[in-house]
C-alpha cells in the first residue's frame, strides 16, 4: 500500500515536470513554385484567407489577417511583406509563430493585441496556375519590390504596390476600426526587407509616421541615400539609379515627389521615420550580383555594414529613430530574424516614444538591444511546475520515508 502511494506520487511528479511547450505551427504545402506560379491559395491556422480583400474602389489583392481578434482591443498591426517567392501564406505563418515565441517568454505580449497582416502580390503565372482568380492585383516576377505599377487586371490602372502598402497602413492606422491601435510595423526578410526599405523611402504620406515603423531585415540590397558608393566600379554604368539609389528611375508613384522634394527631401524624410533595421551576421552570402548590388558590398552582410556607416557619416550620425540590430550567428533565415530577441522586440513589443504604452522603449539608436530584455521567467508556467516538483520532493518524500522506516 504504500508502495502503490509512491508510484502515485511519482507519476504525479512526472505530470508536473511536463514542460509547457511553445506552439510552433506547421508551413503550410501548396502545389507550385514561383516559376511557374503557385497553384493554390491555402488556409493558414490562426488567419482568415481573403482571396481578394478590397483595397481601393476596384482594386482587390489576396491577404492573410489573424482571425478572431476585437479590434477594439488591438493594440498593434504587423504587416508582413513577402520575399521573392511570393508565398505570402508562409510569411503569414512565420510572423504567427514567432509571436506564440514572444507570448511564451513574455506575458506582456499578449496574441489578443496583435493583428498580423499578409499581402500577397501574385504574378499572371500564379493566377494562371490557380493561386488567384483574375480579379485581383497581379505583378511582374519582381516588379512589386520596389513600388511598380500593377500589370492586370486591366480595369485598374497605374496601381503601384506602394499604394497597396498605403491603403492597408491607412485601414490600421483609422482610429475608428482600431480605437487602442499605437503602432503598425511594416517589415519583412530579404526582398521583403528590400520593399520595406523601398517603400520607407518613398511613402508619400507622413500622416501617423509617429505609429508606423519598418523592419528591414537581410535586405540584399538598400536604397542608398547618398551618391557615393563603397565599392564603385567603373564599369558599372548607373549604380545610383532607383531601386539602388537616388539619382533616377523612380515608379510613377513617386515621381511627383522625388522631383518636388529632390535627393535631400526625399533623405530627409526618410531618416525621419522609425527605421529598424536588422542583419544576421552570418548572412554572408552574394544574393543580388548585379553591378549595382556589388557596389554597395560583396555580400547581404558587408551591404549592411557599409550601409551603416554610410548613416554614421550623416551630419548627426545615425537618425534619432534608427536603429540596427546585429543578431548574433543567424544567417539568410528569415524564421532566425524574426524569432531572434531582437526581431521579436522589434516586431512585437518596440514602440515610439510618444505613443509607448506599457512598453519600455529599447536602447538609443545604433546600439544593439541589451541581452534578454524579455524573459521574464518568473511569469513562465514553467517554473511554478518545478517549484510545486521540489515542494514534493523536499516536503512529502521525508514523510514518506518517515512512515516507512
Ligand atoms: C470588444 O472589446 C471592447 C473593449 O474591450 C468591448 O467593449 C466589446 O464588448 C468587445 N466586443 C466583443 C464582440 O467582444
Ligand atoms: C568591375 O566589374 C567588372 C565587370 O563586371 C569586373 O570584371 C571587375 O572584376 C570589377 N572590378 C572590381 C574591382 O570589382
Ligand atoms: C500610367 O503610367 C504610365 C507610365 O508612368 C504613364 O505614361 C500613363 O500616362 C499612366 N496612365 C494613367 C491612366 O495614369
Ligand atoms: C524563441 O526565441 C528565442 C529568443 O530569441 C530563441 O532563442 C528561440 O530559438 C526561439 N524559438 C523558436 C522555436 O524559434
Ligand atoms: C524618449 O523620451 C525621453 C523623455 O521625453 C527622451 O529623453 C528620449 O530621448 C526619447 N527617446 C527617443 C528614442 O525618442
Ligand atoms: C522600464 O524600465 C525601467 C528601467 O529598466 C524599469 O524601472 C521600469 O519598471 C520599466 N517599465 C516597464 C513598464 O516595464
Not at 15 to 42: E, I, Y
Not at 239 to 263: H, I, Q
Request: hydrophobic letters at 40%; glycine letters at 8%; charged letters at 15%.
Amino acid at each position: 500500500m504504500l508502495l502503490s502511494f509512491i508510484f502515485h506520487l511519482v507519476a504525479l511528479a512526472s505530470a508536473s515536470v511536463l514542460h509547457r511547450r511553445q506552439q510552433v505551427n506547421q508551413n503550410p504545402t501548396v502545389g507550385g513554385d514561383p516559376d511557374h506560379g503557385w497553384k493554390a491559395f491555402p488556409q493558414v491556422n490562426d488567419a482568415t484567407a481573403y482571396p481578394s480583400w478590397v483595397v481601393n474602389d476596384g482594386a482587390q489583392l489576396p491577404v492573410y489577417q489573424t482571425s478572431g481578434l476585437n479590434n477594439s482591443e488591438v493594440t498593434r498591426a504587423v504587416i508582413v511583406l513577402p520575399a521573392r517567392p511570393r508565398d505570402c501564406w508562409y510569411y503569414w505563418n512565420v510572423v504567427n509563430n514567432a509571436l506564440y515565441n514572444a507570448t511564451f517568454h513574455d506575458s506582456s505580449i499578449r496574441r489578443e493585441d496583435i493583428s498580423i497582416m499578409a499581402p500577397c502580390f501574385f504574378t499572371q503565372a500564379d493566377m494562371d496556375a490557380g493561386a488567384t482568380g483574375d480579379d485581383v492585383l497581379l505583378w511582374g516576377m519582381t516588379t512589386w519590390i520596389d513600388g511598380k505599377a500593377n500589370i492586370l487586371p486591366s480595369s485598374v490602372i497605374n496601381f503601384s504596390s506602394f499604394d497597396v502598402l498605403d491603403a492597408l497602413v491607412s485601414y490600421y492606422m483609422d482610429t475608428q476600426a482600431f480605437p487602442n491601435l499605437n503602432t503598425v510595423v511594416v517589415g519583412g526578410h530579404s526582398a521583403g526587407g528590400q520593399m520595406t526599405q523601398r517603400y520607407a523611402t518613398l511613402r508619400k504620406s507622413t500622416e501617423n509616421d509617429d505609429r508606423l515603423h519598418f523592419w528591414i531585415a537581410n535586405p540584399g540590397s538598400l536604397c542608398w541615400l547618398t551618391a557615393e558608393r563603397p565599392m564603385p566600379n567603373s564599369s558599372c554604368i548607373d549604380p545610383d539609379k532607383y531601386k539602388y539609389g537616388l539619382e533616377s528611375n523612380f515608379p510613377a508613384y513617386a515621381t511627383s515627389d522625388t522631383n518636388r522634394l529632390g535627393r535631400d527631401g526625399i533623405v530627409s524624410r526618410y531618416i525621419g521615420r522609425n527605421l529598424h533595421y536588422a542583419w544576421g551576421t552570418a548572412d554572408n552570402g552574394p544574393g543580388d550580383i548585379s553591378c549595382e548590388a556589388l557596389a554597395q558590398g560583396r555580400t547581404h552582410l558587408e551591404r549592411g555594414r557599409n550601409f551603416v556607416a554610410m548613416l554614421e557619416k550623416l551630419t548627426g550620425g545615425i537618425p534619432a529613430l534608427s536603429t540596427v540590430d546585429w543578431i548574433e550567428g543567424v544567417s539568410h533565415s528569415n524564421e532566425g530574424m524574426m524569432n531572434s530577441e531582437e526581431g521579436i522586440d522589434k516586431l512585437f513589443r518596440y514602440a515610439s516614444n510618444a505613443t509607448a504604452r506599457n512598453v519600455n522603449v529599447s536602447s538609443a539608436a545604433g546600439s544593439r538591444s541589451s541581452s534578454s530584455p524579455y524573459v521574464t521567467p518568473s511569469q513562465t508556467g514553467d517554473v511554478m511546475k518545478t517549484k510545486s516538483l521540489s515542494f514534493i520532493f523536499i516536503l512529502v518524500l521525508p514523510l514518506v520515508f518517515h512512515v516507512i522506516i
